[in-house]
Antibody, heavy 115, light 110 residues
Framework: EVQLVESGGGLVKPGGSLRLSCAAS????????MNWVRQAPGKGLEWVSS????????YYADSVKGRFTISRDNAKNSLYLQMNSLRAEDTAVYYC????????WGQGTLVTVSS | QSVLTQPPSMSEVPRQRVTIPCSGS????????VNWYQQLPGKAPKLLMY???LVPSGVSDRFSGSKSGTSASLAISGLQSEDEAAYYC???????????FGGGTKLTVL
């Protein structure tokens, strides 16, 4: 069974940093692109970033470009999101999602940016 | 303001059919495959439809997808109370070089 388990969320002050992790299991992680998608409280889904299987191609939403960095470690079956210069509008549940069909989704980790 | 346009809410009675629209442009829906997701209250989203009209294993055949030009739609037949959820369309945008989601449609089964 494919499993994606996010961790690393929490409360952080504006301007602070946080690193999210996603532990993948049940599939050949190194063969698939991966994504981060977020959902602010009571709002819709917003794509954040994508990374290809070998990290050759990386894409970011304009809203996070220059502040967030996506990376992966295929040896550890793990996906990461380094988030710097956090703002209140970054408050959201962050989901780790497999491949271009965005399937499946992890359970999400909540990031709250507040003073 | 989402790049893809969906009605914020729709409602229908049980056993009827409802069609949820998703409107985009030539750089997204007009050029690439559309996926649809269902998000039940308090849950993570789930893939409902991919490549415009393909149903993943395990998803009910009451769900169907279609696309024409720069618009796509998700149809649900034989509505059931368990279909009450938020539905999102998503597609790659060639101009933005990124994925875009519709704003989501909250479906109420009356």
């Amino acid at each position: 069974e494919v499993q994606l388990v996010e961790s690393g969320g929490g409360l952080v002050k504006p301007g602070g940093s946080l690193r999210l992790s996603c532990a993948a299991s049940g599939f050949t992680f190194r063969s698939y692109s991966m994504n981060w998608v977020r959902q602010a409280p009571g709002k819709g889904l917003e794509w954040v970033s994508s990374i290809s299987s070998s990290s050759t191609y990386i894409y970011y939403a304009d809203s996070v470009k220059g502040r967030f960095t996506i990376s992966r470690d295929n040896a550890k079956n793990s996906l990461y999101l380094q988030m710097n210069s956090l703002r209140a509008e970054d408050t959201a549940v962050y989901y780790c999602v497999k491949n271009n069909e965005f399937d499946p989704w992890g359970q999400g980790t909540l990031v709250t940016v507040s003073s | 303001q989402s790049v893809l346009t969906q009605p914020p809410s729709m409602s229908e009675v049980p056993r009827q059919r409802v069609t949820i629209p998703c409107s985009g442009s030539s750089s997204n829906i007009g050029s690439n495959a559309v996926n649809w997701y269902q998000q039940l209250p308090g849950k993570a989203p789930k893939l409902l439809m991919y490549n415009d009209d393909l149903v993943p294993s395990g998803v009910s055949d009451r769900f169907s997808g279609s696309k024409s030009g720069t618009s796509a739609s998700l149809a649900i037949s034989g509505l059931q109370s368990e279909d009450e959820a938020a539905y999102y369309c998503a597609v790659w945008d060639d101009s933005l070089k990124g994925w875009v989601f519709g704003g989501g449609t909250k479906l109420t089964v009356l």
